[in-house]
């Protein structure tokens, strides 16, 4: 993607919240063009910090249809934060991750992961019997991690024990994603 559907996606992320409250939709004349099925996250920081998070980490619908839904349930659906008001529009900063599909990473060893985890640039995603999570990839930058810090976050993130990554039954996933901010 170039910096130009970025700019549209943002565009379109911030207007969603928007419509949203006198229930209208958004314009997408601008991103049809967005329509094949990509995973995205939209991610709303207020005053710098977290104010919502939700996405699709697989491609399950259009682009510009996954950053409308997406965008709308950061803002008023995060049940880690209250449902935004009006006021907190010219406050709040949308950041929008475009996901690659998720790849298994393939291990012999639970060691292995340090060796094919990059930080920077994977995001990675925990699937467990007991529990799941995900974590973009500049979560892993913003915070310093090293891999084992970043595998230990992601399995408190699904509410596993931090060593959760260890265990044979747990598969790890990375992914990259193309990050566009109005920062």
């Not at 005053?47 to 919502?52: A, E, F, I, Q």
């Not at 991750?97 to 060893?109: A, C, F, N, R």
């Not at 529990?131 to 915070?143: I, R």
């Not at 408190?156 to 747990?170: E, G, I, M, R, V």
Request: hydrophobic share 40%; aromatic share 8%.
């Amino acid at each position: 993607m170039d910096q130009e559907d970025g700019a549209i996606l943002l565009r379109l992320a911030r207007e969603s919240i928007t419509t949203a409250f006198s229930n209208d939709e958004p314009n997408i004349n601008e991103a049809l063009h967005m329509d094949e099925e990509q995973g995205v996250f939209v991610t709303i920081h207020k005053n710098g910090d977290l104010r919502g998070c939700i996405g699709y980490p697989e491609p399950v619908m259009p682009l510009y249809k996954a950053v409308i839904e997406a965008a709308r349930s950061a803002a008023f659906q995060d049940s880690r934060f209250s449902q935004m008001i009006k006021t907190e529009l010219r406050e709040i900063d949308i950041e929008i991750s475009v996901l690659t599909i998720p790849e298994l990473i393939k291990i012999e060893k639970p060691e292995d992961y340090l060796k094919q985890i990059t930080i920077g640039e994977d995001g990675l995603i925990i699937r467990h019997p007991a529990g799941s999570g995900l974590l973009l990839p500049q979560v892993a930058t913003e915070n310093n991690f090293s891999v084992a810090q970043f595998l230990n976050c992601l399995c408190q993130k699904a509410y596993l024990p931090f060593s959760a990554w260890q265990d044979p039954q747990t598969q790890i996933f990375k992914f990259q994603a193309e990050i566009f901010s109005e920062k």
